[in-house]
């Protein structure tokens, strides 16, 4: 049994994480409290049982985790199972918060600076030594944009990451307008490399045009990255969206905030 301890509050990120491990290894064998706890049943009762299973105990440590009382009686009871051989405790690292002493020695998976891939592969590896394990797309984006002002002749954008480091910062801003109208600048950064791209066609088979803006650094949940596109106040912005390069030949629309 795998059991996944967290706080509810962190739910946006650990659900992806839970429905991975469920798609590969079955529900039934992944203890997760939104399919593992039905409406009626005794908190207590679950919770001692899904531990009484359990063989790979991951802690979320986080903010919200290190507050929670249920959280902490958790883990502490997986750590006295753990002393006597029963199961194997894997910390995740989901924010800036240091570990709690008892886990300080402990080596820990470190979603915060790895990514969420990188950690459900490492999840997976320390549950059946999987090395070759390619995990799978979701629908979750740690990053996000959100316009932070717009003039007649400026709209200054910034690029979020929500949970931890995105190493990548190559992202195609999508517009309408012709090659000329809008001039694009990465105004916090030293340089940057980029360029204009016609006739971009998308997934939904529209055609847009696209700037090519790469960054030399990645971005954190405390270094989000400013985009600023000026333009002559006659001329209107037609904006689109963003994608952000995943990889070599992929693009991946970001959502922007509300």
């Given at each position: 049994?795998?059991?996944?301890?967290?706080?509810?509050?962190?739910?946006?990120?650990?659900?992806?994480?839970?429905?991975?491990?469920?798609?590969?290894?079955?529900?039934?064998?992944?203890?997760?409290?939104?399919w593992?706890?039905?409406?009626?049943?005794?908190?207590?009762?679950?919770?001692?049982?899904?531990?009484?299973?359990?063989?790979?105990?991951?802690?979320?440590?986080?903010?919200?985790?290190?507050?929670?009382?249920?959280?902490?009686?958790?883990?502490?009871?997986?750590?006295?199972?753990?002393?006597?051989?029963?199961?194997?405790v894997?910390?995740?690292?989901?924010d800036?918060?240091?570990?709690?002493?008892?886990?300080?020695?402990?080596?820990?998976?470190?979603?915060?600076?790895?990514?969420?891939?990188?950690?459900?592969?490492?999840?997976?590896?320390?549950?059946?030594?999987?090395?070759?394990?390619?995990?799978?797309?979701?629908?979750?984006?740690?990053?996000?944009?959100?316009?932070?002002?717009q003039?007649?002749?400026?709209?200054t954008?910034?690029?979020?990451?929500?949970?931890?480091?995105?190493?990548?910062?190559?992202f195609l801003?999508?517009?309408?307008?012709?090659?000329?109208?809008?001039?694009?600048?990465?105004?916090?950064?030293?340089?940057?490399?980029g360029?204009?791209?016609?006739?971009?066609?998308?997934?939904?088979?529209?055609?847009?045009?696209?700037?090519?803006?790469?960054?030399?650094?990645?971005?954190?949940?405390?270094?989000?990255?400013?985009?600023?596109?000026?333009?002559?106040k006659?001329?209107?912005?037609?904006?689109?969206?963003?994608l952000?390069?995943?990889?070599?030949?992929?693009?991946?629309?970001?959502?922007?905030?509300?």
């Open positions: 049994m795998i059991f996944i301890s967290h706080n509810h509050a962190d739910k946006i990120i650990i659900e992806p994480i839970a429905v991975k491990l469920a798609d590969i290894f079955g529900k039934e064998k992944v203890f997760y409290d939104s593992s706890m039905q409406p009626g049943d005794g908190l207590i009762d679950k919770m001692n049982e899904g531990l009484e299973k359990c063989t790979h105990f991951f802690y979320f440590v986080s903010k919200n985790s290190i507050g929670s009382n249920m959280v902490k009686m958790e883990w502490q009871n997986a750590v006295y199972k753990a002393s006597k051989g029963n199961c194997k894997i910390p995740i690292r989901l800036a918060t240091s570990m709690p002493p008892i886990l300080s020695q402990s080596l820990y998976i470190d979603l915060y600076s790895n990514g969420l891939d990188a950690t459900v592969g490492q999840m997976v590896n320390v549950i059946q030594g999987n090395s070759n394990f390619n995990a799978s797309t979701n629908s979750f984006s740690n990053l996000s944009f959100k316009i932070e002002s003039t007649e002749t400026d709209i954008f910034k690029i979020y990451a929500s949970h931890y480091l995105e190493p990548i910062s190559n801003i999508l517009v309408k307008n012709a090659e000329g109208e809008l001039n694009f600048s990465l105004p916090t950064e030293g340089m940057f490399n360029g204009f791209n016609k006739d971009v066609k998308l997934s939904n088979g529209n055609i847009v045009n696209a700037e090519l803006m790469k960054a030399s650094r990645g971005i954190t949940p405390t270094m989000p990255m400013t985009i600023l596109i000026t333009k002559d006659k001329i209107e912005l037609k904006f689109v969206g963003i952000h390069q995943t990889s070599e030949s992929d693009y991946t629309p970001i959502p922007q905030r509300t």
